[in-house]
C-alpha cells in the first residue's frame, strides 16, 4: 500500500476524507504578492521604501524590470500547487521611456503589459493602491493630509485604482479586489486624533463614489496597529476600518501582522464572517513586530486556515499573502510562503469538524482535548506530497530554485 493509502485509512480512522479535501484545495486560490520579488520596490519611483514598512537583505538578484519580474513569477508559479492569482502595486505599473510616472493618473495603458501577462496564463489580478514610497506623502500623511494639495492627490489615485481593477476584472474575466491601506499615523503623541480619521473618511467616501460593478471590483480596507517610526498613532485603526467597511458595505481586511501581539487574527474571522459577506486576509508572519517574514507551516496560521474551513467560508475569504523577505532567496521565499498557506488550508481541509464539534457542544473536553492532539501527529506530510503530485509539482524545489539563481538570478 502507497504511503498516501495508508494515510488515507488513517485519516478516516479519525473522520477525515482526504480524497475530499484534496479535492476542495485545487480549486481555493491564494493571491500571491508580487512585492516579494523585489523587496517592493516597484518601477514608477526611485524612493526608497517608506510608511512604516520595510524590507530587509540584500540578497542579490531581486527584479529590476517588468519582464524580470514576470519571469520570477512564472518560476515561482512552477513550483506551487493549485490556484494563484496575480497581486499587484500600483507602483508596478509599466510606463514607456521617457514618460513621466504619475500616480494620481494611472490609466489601463500602464497595466495593458500586465494583463497580457495574466491573460496568457489564465490568472485574475488583485490589486492595491500605492499609498507610500512618494514624494507626494508629505509627513508620513496621504488621505489625512491636512494639507488638500496631498489629500487631492492621493484621492485621484485611489479613483484610479478603482478604475484599474474594473479594467482587471473585465479583462480577465475574474473578479477584482482592491486593497486599501494607508500609512498615516504620528511618531509622538499627536494633538488631534480625530481630525486625520475624519480627513481619511471623507477621503474614502470620494474615492468609493468611483463607479464600479461590485460583483467584479471587491474593495477592501486594511487596518494596522502602528508603523515603524509612526508608533504614537495610526489613522486607519481597526476600529477606523471596521466601522468604515460596516457602514459603507465594503470589504475589511485583515492582516494578521496589524495587531496587537496577544490578539490573534484566527479568533477574529468568525465574527466578521457574520457580518460581512466577504472578508480579506493578508497572511504574513510578524517576528515580534509587522515584520512580514515569510509565511511557515506554523500554529496561527494553521488557526487561521481551519477558521476558514470550519465557517465554510472558503468562498468567502480572499486569501492573499503579504511578505517581503530581502535576506533569502526571494523565489524560494515566495514558494515556502504560499506553499505554506497552502498546506495550513489542506491541514485544515482535514480536521473532521463536525465530530469536533459535537465533542464540543456536548461539554467532553477530554475527548475534545485528546482528539485535536491525536491529529497533530497524523500523516499530514503524505496527504501533502500526493496533492503536490497530483497537482504536477515537484516537493524538492530547492535544487531547481539553486539552478534559476545561478542560471538567471546571478547574471542581475
Ligand atoms: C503594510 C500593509 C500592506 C503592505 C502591502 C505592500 O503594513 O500590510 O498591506 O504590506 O500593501
Ligand atoms: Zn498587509
Known amino acids: 500500500m502507497s504511503r498516501y493509502e495508508e494515510a488515507r485509512k488513517m485519516y478516516a480512522a479519525l473522520g477525515a476524507d482526504t480524497e475530499a479535501a484534496l479535492d476542495t484545495l485545487k480549486d481555493v486560490s491564494v493571491s500571491v504578492n508580487c512585492w516579494q520579488g523585489d523587496d517592493l520596490q516597484g518601477f514608477d519611483s526611485p524612493d526608497k521604501l517608506s510608511g512604516g514598512i520595510q524590507a530587509t537583505g540584500n540578497y542579490p538578484g531581486a527584479a529590476r524590470t517588468p519582464e524580470e519580474l514576470a519571469a520570477d513569477h512564472d518560476f515561482a508559479f512552477s513550483l506551487m500547487p493549485g490556484k494563484k492569482k496575480l497581486n499587484l502595486h500600483s507602483s508596478y505599473a509599466v510606463y514607456e521611456k521617457g ?11 500602464h497595466f495593458k503589459w500586465w494583463v497580457d501577462y495574466a491573460k496568457e496564463r489564465g490568472l485574475g489580478i488583485d490589486f492595491n493602491p500605492t499609498f507610500f514610497s512618494h514624494p507626494m506623502v508629505k509627513n508620513n ?10 489629500r487631492n492627490y492621493w484621492i485621484r489615485h485611489g479613483k484610479c485604482c478603482i478604475r484599474l481593477a474594473q479594467y482587471f476584472a473585465e479583462e480577465t474575466g475574474m473578479p477584482s479586489v482592491v486593497n486599501i491601506w494607508i500609512p498615516d499615523g504620528y511618531k509622538d503623541y499627536p494633538a488631534d486624533r480625530i481630525g486625520p480619521r475624519a480627513r481619511f473618511k471623507a477621503s474614502l467616501d470620494e474615492i468609493l463614489a468611483e463607479p464600479r460593478d461590485p460583483e467584479k471590483v471587491f474593495v477592501t480596507l486594511e487596518s494596522k496597529v502602528f508603523g515603524i517610526g509612526l508608533e504614537a498613532y495610526t489613522v486607519g485603526s481597526a476600529e477606523f476600518c471596521l466601522a468604515y467597511a460596516q457602514e459603507k458595505g465594503i470589504t475589511p481586511l485583515m492582516d494578521n ?3 496587537h501581539p496577544t490578539e490573534t487574527v484566527s479568533d477574529k474571522i468568525s ?6 459577506r466577504e472578508i480579506g486576509l493578508h497572511l504574513t508572519r510578524p517576528m515580534r513586530w509587522d515584520s512580514d517574514h515569510v509565511v511557515l507551516f506554523e500554529d496561527e496560521i494553521r488557526e487561521i486556515a481551519k477558521e476558514i474551513v470550519r465557517c465554510k467560508a472558503l468562498d468567502r475569504v480572499f486569501i492573499a499573502t503579504d511578505f517581503f523577505d530581502g535576506a533569502i532567496n526571494r523565489i524560494s521565499a515566495w514558494v515556502t510562503g504560499v506553499r505554506s498557506v497552502q498546506k495550513a488550508l489542506l491541514y485544515a481541509l482535514l480536521q473532521p469538524s463536525e465530530k469536533l464539534t459535537a465533542l464540543q457542544n456536548s461539554a467532553d473536553f477530554t475527548s475534545l482535548m485528546v482528539a485535536q492532539e491525536e491529529l497533530k501527529t497524523a500523516p499530514f506530510g503524505d496527504v501533502w506530497d500526493e496533492y503536490l503530485s497530483r497537482c504536477g509539482v515537484v516537493k524538492d524545489y530547492l535544487p531547481l530554485v539553486k539552478k534559476y539563481e545561478s542560471d538567471v538570478l546571478s547574471k542581475r
Open 257 to 259: 501582522g496589524h495587531y
Open 99 to 109: 514618460e513621466v510616472p504619475d500616480r494620481s493618473d494611472i490609466r489601463p495603458r
Open 141 to 150: 500623511l496621504t488621505l489625512s493630509s491636512p494639507d488638500e494639495e496631498v
Open 271 to 276: 465574527s466578521l464572517l457574520l457580518f460581512h
